[in-house]
């Protein structure tokens, strides 16, 4: 995954949530952990709302940059993040960045049918701290950024619709 000059790690996927949260991509004990995608998402992200995870390094590597998507300009400058895969490679556009609640319902995977997932979107785009003028529906697939605030309580995320994809070579 690629956020121009911003982040750069492997995505790992373990089926749950616990291994690569202090565990380094060799299996290795770290307090940094991995970059990892959520236990319930498909690893080909064709699901609605694929979620992954990092910590908020203070020293600004794993997720630690994602708070700079607070500023106006670097949300302005910064408005697409890649994730290749050995398949694909896939482009997003950022289309909300939010606090939330650890458990919010920010972090649904799946919906009962599109309108539920439109009310979704909406609702990411209300509690949005920064705007852009970017149409998000229910018929896109969007990818989750999250990471922890510091706050046991909350979590920064960064939201970016999938606008192409591409054959990996």
Not at 69 to 93: C, G, H, L, M, N
Request: proline share 2%.
């Amino acid at each position: 995954m690629c956020i121009r000059d911003r982040l750069s790690y492997p995505v790992l996927y373990s089926g749950d949530d616990e291994k690569y949260l202090r565990t380094d991509i060799y299996g290795n004990q770290t307090i940094a952990g991995c970059i990892f995608m959520d236990h319930g998402c498909k690893k080909d992200f064709s699901d609605p709302n694929t979620i992954i995870y990092g910590h908020n390094m203070r020293n600004l590597s794993m997720f630690g940059k994602l708070k700079q998507f607070r500023d106006q300009a670097v949300f302005d400058s910064d408005a697409y993040f890649w994730v290749y895969t050995p398949e694909k490679i896939y482009k997003y556009e950022i289309f909300s960045c939010q606090e939330v609640g650890a458990t919010s319902e920010t972090y649904q995977l799946q919906f009962s049918d599109k309108k539920k997932f439109q009310e979704y979107i909406d609702s990411c785009f209300e509690r949005s701290v920064l705007k852009r003028d970017i149409e998000v529906t229910s018929d896109d697939k969007i990818v989750t950024l999250s990471t922890c605030t510091g706050n046991s309580e909350t979590r920064f995320l960064v939201q970016g619709k999938l606008i192409e994809t591409y054959k990996a070579v």
